[in-house]
C-alpha cells in the first residue's frame, strides 16, 4: 500500500526558507511535489525527468530544490527566499514507472495530505 506522509510546513516571513519532506513507501516510483492556493489549480513546482533530472517550475527555479533520499525513503523539497505567492498547501505525489510530463498533476495517482506553507510580508 502506498503511503506519503508530508511535513515540514510553517508560517515564514518573506525571504525565509522552509524544508519540507515526504515519508514514502519502498516503492519504485517517480514523485514530484505540487502546490495549490486558494482559489487555484494544483500546480507542479519541482519533479524529475527519466534519468534523474529535476525540473521545476518557471516561478520557483533558483530558490527551491528538490532531492530525494532513497535510503530513508524520503523526498525533500528546500524551499529559499520565499514570497507570499508561495503561500499554498504543498502535496508530494507519486506514480509508479516514469512520466514525461513531471509537473502534470495527471502523471500522478498517490497524493499525500498536504502541508500549509504560509509566507507574510
Known amino acids: 500500500q502506498v503511503q506519503l506522509v508530508e511535513s515540514g510546513g510553517g508560517s515564514v516571513q518573506a525571504g525565509g526558507s522552509l524544508r519540507l519532506s515526504c515519508k514514502y513507501s519502498?516503492?519504485?516510483?517517480?514523485m514530484a511535489w505540487f502546490r495549490q492556493a486558494p482559489g487555484k489549480e494544483r500546480e507542479g513546482v519541482a519533479g524529475?525527468?527519466?534519468?534523474?533530472?529535476?525540473v521545476y517550475a518557471s516561478s520557483v527555479k533558483d530558490r527551491f530544490t528538490i532531492s530525494r533520499d532513497n535510503a530513508n525513503h524520503e523526498l525533500n523539497l528546500q524551499l529559499n527566499s520565499l514570497k507570499p505567492e508561495d503561500t499554498a498547501i504543498y502535496y508530494c505525489?507519486?506514480?509508479?514507472?516514469?512520466?514525461?510530463?513531471?509537473?502534470?498533476?495527471?502523471?500522478?495517482?498517490?497524493w499525500g495530505q498536504g502541508t500549509q506553507v504560509t509566507v507574510s510580508s
Open positions: 519502498p516503492y519504485k516510483y517517480t
Open positions: 505525489a507519486l506514480d509508479f514507472g516514469f512520466t514525461t510530463d513531471p509537473l502534470n498533476a495527471r502523471s500522478y495517482t498517490y
Open positions: 524529475f525527468r527519466v534519468g534523474g533530472i529535476t
